[in-house]
């Protein structure tokens, strides 16, 4: 599958119907949580990696998947963002495409992962703790890149 870049898109993001997407060198990425600093905060890091597909709405986000082949995602699990939504979200990419890597980032509670986070854990997710470590996250991000290039490499 190539590789793409979204054209042009009008309104918000959330409201979107599936995007129109180009060719480019970077893999895509779904960025699904609530706007908010720390989703600007990793969409400005992973930008430079990665064409940024950013979702608030679980409809959207699963449309999105439907329609392309997305091998990374990263979501914010906590409030005022809906764990549920995540878990789904999670579903519907596994299920869609068994590859799809999921990145996922829960603030740090006693250092003990919430449930939800622990369900994503053991169905394959990566879960971070916030704040972000950039150094440990873009390493992680250059690995899934390399290895989406070697597989859609022309």
Request: net charge neutral; charged share 25%; glycine share 2%.
């Amino acid at each position: 599958m190539p590789p793409y870049r979204e054209r042009a898109a009008t309104g918000s993001i959330s409201l979107a119907s599936v995007k129109e997407i180009e060719k480019t060198n970077k893999p895509p990425l779904v960025l699904f949580g609530l706007k908010s600093l720390f989703i600007t905060t990793l969409k400005n890091l992973l930008q430079q990696y990665c064409e940024i597909f950013e979702y608030d709405n679980i409809d959207s986000a699963s449309n999105f998947l439907f329609s392309n082949k997305v091998p990374i995602a990263v979501m914010d699990i906590d409030p005022p963002n809906d764990s549920k939504a995540c878990q789904d979200f999670f579903s519907t990419g596994k299920t869609i495409n068994p590859d799809m890597q999921y990145i996922v980032y829960q603030k740090d509670e006693l250092q003990k992962l919430p449930e939800a986070a622990v369900i994503l854990q053991k169905q394959g997710a990566f879960v971070f703790r916030k704040p972000i470590d950039r150094i440990e996250l873009v390493e992680l991000i250059k690995r899934f890149t390399a290895e989406w290039r070697i597989k859609n490499a022309d």
